[in-house]
């Protein structure tokens, strides 16, 4: 559970301050996403959520179509 939530963090990290500029990178965090949704973990699960959350703000659409 540890390195999932490293990892989240890491890629959290990158949302936050590049903001836009990370869109490019969507198309290789989603399907690392979409397997953390489904996470047994809540902790994964909320963090992988959040994540989802702010990326579909930056896009302005949902990427519910993509996971």
């Known amino acids: 559970m540890r390195t999932r939530i490293l990892a989240l963090r890491i890629v959290k990290y990158f949302v936050d301050n590049l903001k836009e500029e990370y869109l490019v990178l969507l198309a290789e965090t989603i399907p690392f996403l ?34």
């Open 34 to 67: 979409g397997e953390l949704l489904e996470d047994v973990e809540l902790s994964v699960k909320s963090l992988a959520q959040e994540i989802l959350r702010e990326m579909e703000s930056m896009s302005g659409e949902s990427l519910q179509q993509y996971l």
